[in-house]
């Protein structure tokens, strides 16, 4: 079975890291992305299982997560919102950074959808 492919979207290059290494410890595939218009880019070609993103960062802001809701390719797909600034985060669903790797794993695996079975 491939690897389930997760978009991570931060402009901090030391989350990138920290949390792609998280992730890559078991088993996804991880493809980052450091501001807006990349993630919205990777996420509509690539069609990821989910996307962890940071929302409310000084130099991506809120407008990832409504780029990622306008565009018609990206609109379905799972997000995870990981964010330093959790007072700005409305009601819950949200995980803080910094994370221990079981609190990220078990948010991701809340939020992926089932896998897809094969027909053999």
Known sequence: MLPRTILLIDPDPDSL????????????????????????LRAAELTPELVVVEPFSRSNGRPVLD?????????????????????????????????????????VRKRLPPPHESLS
Do not use: N, Q, W
């Not at 595939?29 to 218009?37: K, N, P």
């Not at 799972?78 to 794993?105: D, H, N, Q």
């Open 17 to 40: 890291e920290i949390y792609s290494l998280m992730l890559e410890h078991y088993g996804f595939r991880v493809v980052c992305a450091s501001d807006v218009e990349e993630g919205v």
């Open 67 to 107: 780029a990622l809701a306008r565009d018609p390719h990206t609109s379905s797909l799972a997000i995870l919102p990981l964010t330093s600034a959790p007072t700005s985060m409305p009601g819950g669903g949200f995980l803080v950074k910094p994370c221990r790797p079981t609190e990220l794993l078990a948010e």
